[in-house]
């Protein structure tokens, strides 16, 4: 099955967030609050808000912060570069799914060896959030996909119409934040990539 991931813009409120997010989890893998610029305790409010606005929590994500994972008894956790190491990680996960980002082939086996669950790569093609930064392209997210035993999850600058591409250059799903977040109707975006991964299936 691919998946659907959604991650917060760092630009709205979480609460707006939520908002949405109570709207589109019927068709979404995985929600995740990635929000460098915030403290601990809002990145946890986030999460009791994605929580009492009826997101299970096996399908919430915090970036960077297991222990809010943990604490909060989510799925999931997103590691970046510049996180702390996976491997000490792994081994107290207690059941946490845990995910890292990804920009070379090389670290993608360092972090599939290290026991990461998923991986993301990118950015795949242009986009806003890496504006200025070349595209790392489909050429090399065909070559981590092929390097690892573990899902790999393509991100930057994906919409409905780069969902096939991607498929098939190897990727296990997309993750994206414009083209839900940002749609005059993120119900009807989230629905359509969904209704498109899972004619992939
Ligand atoms: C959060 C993020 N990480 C990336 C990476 O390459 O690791 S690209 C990216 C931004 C994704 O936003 P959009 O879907 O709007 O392009």
Redesign the pocket.
């Known amino acids: 099955m691919y998946e659907l991931h959604v991650?917060s813009d760092g630009i709205m409120t979480l609460t707006q967030f939520a908002e949405i997010a109570a709207r589109i989890h019927p068709f979404v893998t995985a929600i995740h609050i990635?929000e460098r610029q915030r403290t601990a305790i809002e990145i946890w409010n986030g999460v009791q808000e994605l929580l009492s606005n009826g997101i299970p929590p096996e399908k919430i994500t915090v970036n960077d912060r297991l222990d809010i994972a943990w604490a909060c008894g989510i799925g999931s956790a997103h590691l970046a570069t510049h996180s702390i190491p996976l491997q000490p990680l792994v081994r107290l996960s207690h059941g946490l799914r845990i995910g890292r980002?990804v920009?070379t082939v090389e670290e993608a086996r360092e972090c599939a060896t290290a026991g990461a669950d998923y991986l993301?790569f990118?950015?795949v093609y242009d986009?806003?959030?890496?504006r200025g930064l070349k595209p790392r392209g489909l050429r090399q997210l065909h070559e981590v996909t092929a390097a690892v035993p573990i899902p790999v999850i393509a991100?930057?600058?994906?919409g409905l119409d780069q969902i096939d591409e991607v498929l098939d250059y190897g990727a296990q799903g997309i993750?994206?934040?414009?083209?839900i977040l940002h749609a005059v109707n993120p119900v009807k975006a989230a629905q359509q990539m969904t209704e498109k991964l899972n004619e992939r299936r």
């Open positions: 991650i990635r980002s920009h993301f990118g950015h986009s806003e959030s890496k991100i930057g600058g994906i993750a994206v934040i414009s083209s």
